[in-house]
């Protein structure tokens, strides 16, 4: 696929102290990719600069190819936003808010309006006047004004904030059907690394302003044949003890309340099944402890 947004040494100093260091990066079309780190690790100040709101001190951002910095205006004509908070006229309803923001772009009309009104779920409530929206409300109508001139790239920095299960389930569904349906460069920064292992294709892992890692989720999360634990749960628990002590490979038994815990190689997770069915233990359960996300961010941080 190509590249929807390239970041190219991309440097930012404050002062005497340097905020992003040297990031170089390249985001995809059609994936949902995301910045991960702590709060502070300089990811909404890396999105800033994605968006032109903030100069680069040095190094080069393009966005389908044209120089954010050198070409801006058809460089951002490409992107919608939401940075930190979406920010709306609160004496205004929700729909006059929208009207207001395509005054400035060319080539939305009315029906298009109606469009990404009904795709953020709001056409209840888009005749209210934005005072009385909660926050999981504006966050819906921020995203309605960041796709209304269709962008190729959409950009969101801590798009769940204030936002209930049902709809940060929405608005992960949202995002991705706009990834995989039409094409849309979605970059998203959080520091929830559970919603970010649902939500995203690939992540990039920076901390303290520098990139630490980037790959794909999927990838990361995947079990190897490397030794790993694996949760047991039998009907017989003593039987299976004997049976874990006669298996070579199988180390670290330990009953952890009424269920085993051992540490071996996947592969010989199905040997281990076959000699408790022939044993007549009844197996409940028997499952591989997969590592999350969050382990393996915590892993690679130092956490």
């Known amino acids: 696929m190509a590249n929807a947004v390239e970041l190219r040494n991309v440097t930012k100093t404050i002062g005497n102290k340097q905020i992003v260091k040297n ?22 100040t890396t999105i800033r600069m994605m968006v032109g709101l903030i100069s680069i ?9 044209h120089d954010v910095a050198k070409d801006y205006k058809r460089a951002i004509h490409e992107v919608g936003s939401i940075v ?18 395509a005054r400035m772009v060319s080539g939305v009309d009315r029906r298009r309006i109606d469009e990404v009104v ?3 779920g709001l056409e209840k409530r888009i005749h209210e006047k934005v005072r009385r929206y909660s926050l999981g409300m504006r966050q819906r109508l921020g995203l309605a004004q960041a796709l209304l001139h269709k962008p190729s790239v959409l950009v969101l ?4 904030n204030g936002l209930d299960p049902a709809g940060i389930r929405e608005l992960r569904d949202h995002l991705r059907y706009l ?4 094409g849309v460069c979605v970059v998203v920064s959080s520091h929830l690394l559970s919603e970010m292992e649902l939500m995203c294709d690939k992540v990039a892992i920076i901390q303290n302003g520098e990139l630490v890692r980037v790959q794909d989720v999927e990838q990361w999360t995947a079990t190897d044949d490397a030794d790993q634990d694996v949760v047991l749960d039998v009907g017989d628990v003593a039987t299976a003890q004997a049976v874990l002590k006669e298996m070579s490979g199988v180390e670290q038994v330990t009953l952890r309340g009424s269920k085993l815990q051992f540490r ?33 961010f915590l892993e690679i941080t130092g956490g």
């Open 23 to 44: 990031l170089t990066l390249d985001i995809p079309e059609g994936e949902v990719f995301g910045l991960l780190g702590p709060n502070g690790a300089g990811k909404t």
């Open 264 to 296: 071996t190689r996947r592969a010989l997770v199905p040997e281990l099944n076959r000699r408790l069915v022939k044993r007549d233990v009844p197996v409940y359960e028997m499952r591989v402890v997969t590592k999350s996300l969050e382990d393996r």
């Open 179 to 182: 990834a995989k349906e039409a």
């Open 57 to 65: 001190s040095t190094g080069q951002v393009l966005i389908k190819g």
């Open 157 to 160: 920095d801590e798009p769940t």
């Open 118 to 120: 009904e795709f953020v």
């Open 84 to 101: 930190e908070n979406p920010e709306m006229y609160k004496y205004l309803t929700g729909y006059q808010n929208l009207v207001q923001y």
